[in-house]
């Protein structure tokens, strides 16, 4: 049971280019989420997923997209990277619906654009 | 949107004080949740409180539910060097289907052994 895992841990982009972070669980858990960590601040919702096939905005969209085929991956997409973008990512997955013992974050992707 | 203030930003201690930081907000929540992230890792959930009043223990750590719905803390008792790290504070409510997590900006701790 590896939990939620995210790839790759660090990657450094040029300006204007793409790339897609993974992320994955093993957990059978419906709810998966994208947070963005910048320095000296607290989590803030890019993206979220309560199920295959459904995903919606959360508080910081632009510049990303997401897709949720299968239960198990949940990947952010950086279409065009700009340097506000440079942040560390965090994927989360619960089982949702008020359940919390299962609320895990992955051990986070640090992106730097320059 | 909604913001949660905690405070203090940072705290230096010596190994074996109590710790106390704390969270709050201009809006009710329906949990609050402590976790903590150590360098180069995401967070991990320390405690989660899910009713206005709950005090609940997890070894040396203590945390309650303000009665308001609009605050929380965290205390640390004899605090040791593995302590450190940054303490975040968030709060959820399950408003339709999303689950969504507030974070704070974090409390970073130092203890000098």
């Known amino acids: 049971n590896a939990g939620v895992t995210q790839t790759p841990k660090f990657r450094i982009l040029k300006i204007g280019q793409s790339m897609t972070l993974q992320c994955a669980q093993d957990?059978?858990?419906?709810?998966m989420y994208w947070y963005r960590q910048d320095p000296g601040m607290g989590l803030k919702l890019i993206y979220y997923?309560?199920?295959?096939?459904?995903?919606d905005k959360g508080e910081v969209p632009n510049g990303y997209n997401v897709s949720r085929s299968t239960t198990e991956d949940f990947p952010l997409r950086l279409e065009l990277a700009a340097p506000s973008q440079t942040s560390v990512y965090f994927c989360?997955?619960?089982?949702?619906?008020?359940?919390?013992?299962?609320?895990?974050f992955g051990s986070g992707t640090r992106l730097t654009v320059v | 949107g909604q913001q949660l203030n905690q405070s203090p930003q940072s705290m230096f201690i010596q190994e074996g004080e109590d710790v106390s930081m704390n969270c709050t907000s201009s809006?009710?929540?329906?949990?609050w949740l402590w976790y903590k992230q150590d360098p180069g890792e995401g967070p991990v959930l320390l405690i989660a409180?899910?009713?206005?009043?709950e005090l609940t223990s997890n070894g040396r750590l203590t945390a309650q539910f303000g009665i308001t719905r609009k605050d929380s803390f965290l205390n640390i008792s004899a605090s040791i060097p593995s302590d450190v790290g940054i303490y975040f504070c968030?709060?959820?409510?399950?408003?339709?289907?999303?689950?969504?997590?507030?974070f704070g900006k974090g409390t970073k701790l130092s203890v000098k052994p």
């Open positions: 957990m059978n858990h419906n709810y």
């Open positions: 968030a709060g959820l409510n399950y408003g339709g289907s999303q689950g969504n997590l507030i």
């Open positions: 989360a997955s619960t089982y949702g619906g008020g359940s919390l013992d299962g609320y895990t």
């Open positions: 997923s309560v199920g295959a096939g459904i995903t």
């Open positions: 809006s009710i929540f329906n949990t």
């Open positions: 409180l899910y009713k206005a009043g």
